[in-house]
């Protein structure tokens, strides 16, 4: 199942099947937000089916990434114990697996190797997404300096 793709990076089959029990199936309505901007989620998602747009305010409803079958949606706030840095809406009808943040903490609790092997996979899909951003970023760079004209054509940094 793609549902699994994010999870399998770094879970046993075990583990995996552990999500799948404690998790609740959900069918998502097209343009539902599952996760808001500055809101504290209260479950991580798998997508099963369909897709999501991440969307952040400052973007004015520009989608700054889609997310299809397999991905994770609030692994980060999980980990940090912070609001949302993004919206997450679906872009179609969509299923997900919840699967409750209190649920999960306590399994992370009370089973070490669980824990090692969850927070690897978070580890990874950061990396893939990272790497995916960058890559991204280097094409935009590469087409504005082609539109320029620009051999030595520079983005601005700030710090």
């Given at each position: 199942?793609?549902a699994?793709?994010?999870?399998?990076?770094?879970l046993?089959?075990?583990?995996?099947?552990w999500?799948?029990?404690?998790?609740?199936?959900?069918?998502?309505e097209?343009?539902?937000?599952?996760?808001r901007?500055?809101?504290?989620?209260?479950?991580?998602?798998?997508?099963i089916?369909?897709?999501?747009?991440?969307?952040?305010?400052?973007?004015?409803?520009?989608?700054?990434?889609?997310?299809?079958a397999?991905?994770?949606?609030?692994?980060?706030?999980?980990?940090?114990?912070?609001?949302?840095?993004?919206?997450?809406?679906?872009?179609?009808?969509?299923t997900?697996?919840?699967?409750?943040?209190?649920?999960?903490?306590?399994?992370?609790?009370?089973?070490?190797?669980?824990?090692?092997?969850?927070?690897?996979?978070?580890?990874?899909?950061?990396?893939?997404?990272?790497?995916?951003?960058?890559?991204?970023?280097?094409?935009?760079?590469?087409?504005?300096?082609?539109?320029?004209?620009?051999?030595?054509?520079?983005i601005?940094?700030?710090?």
């Amino acid at each position: 199942m793609r549902a699994t793709i994010a999870l399998q990076e770094g879970l046993r089959d075990e583990d995996i099947q552990w999500l799948f029990q404690v998790g609740q199936q959900r069918v998502v309505e097209a343009g539902t937000a599952i996760v808001r901007e500055g809101a504290r989620p209260s479950a991580i998602f798998v997508v099963i089916r369909g897709g999501f747009d991440v969307g952040v305010d400052a973007l004015m409803g520009e989608p700054l990434a889609r997310l299809g079958a397999g991905e994770l949606i609030g692994e980060i706030s999980f980990l940090e114990g912070s609001p949302a840095s993004a919206t997450i809406v679906a872009d179609e009808e969509s299923t997900v697996l919840v699967i409750d943040n209190q649920t999960l903490n306590e399994r992370i609790r009370e089973d070490t190797s669980f824990a090692a092997s969850l927070f690897r996979t978070f580890a990874l899909i950061a990396e893939r997404r990272l790497r995916n951003r960058v890559d991204h970023l280097a094409f935009l760079f590469e087409f504005a300096r082609d539109r320029a004209g620009q051999r030595d054509f520079c983005i601005p940094v700030l710090d």
